[in-house]
Nanobody
Framework: QVQLAETGGGLVQAGGSLRLSCTAS????????MAWFRQAPGKERELVAA????????VNDDAVKGRFTISRDNAKNTVYLQMNSLKPEEPAVYYC???????????????WGQGTQVTVSS
């Protein structure tokens, strides 16, 4: 069982930056692929970025390439999402998720955090 807790959401102006953090419980964090998803009102949840258990491989949604960076620190049981150049259309609840095994863009993620709200003002 893995428990995830996100922090770092808030209000930012368009063009600004935020860094989200997600801390996991348990001693096997380094065996889990991690991901960030987001869900805007009235829209389906979508993958933003994912990272392999070791941190050596990442995938990003095309909409955030060059602006968002996912990273992890296995010694701290934490995964990060650095978001730069935020756009007015990107407000959403951002969720951290985990799955045992390799990185997956389309696979099922088994554990989820409660989400953190990101609001972008224009």
């Amino acid at each position: 069982q893995v428990q995830l807790a996100e922090t770092g959401g808030g209000l930012v102006q368009a063009g600004g930056s935020l860094r989200l953090s997600c801390t996991a419980s348990g001693r096997t964090f380094s065996s889990y692929a991690m991901a960030w998803f987001r869900q805007a009102p009235g829209k389906e949840r979508e993958l933003v970025a994912a990272i392999s258990p070791s941190g050596s491989s990442t995938v990003n949604d095309d909409a955030v390439k060059g602006r968002f960076t996912i990273s992890r620190d296995n010694a701290k049981n934490t995964v990060y999402l650095q978001m730069n150049s935020l756009k007015p259309e990107e407000p959403a609840v951002y969720y951290c998720a985990a799955r045992p095994g390799p990185l997956s863009r389309y696979g099922q993620y088994d554990y989820w955090g409660q989400g953190t709200q990101v609001t972008v003002s224009s």
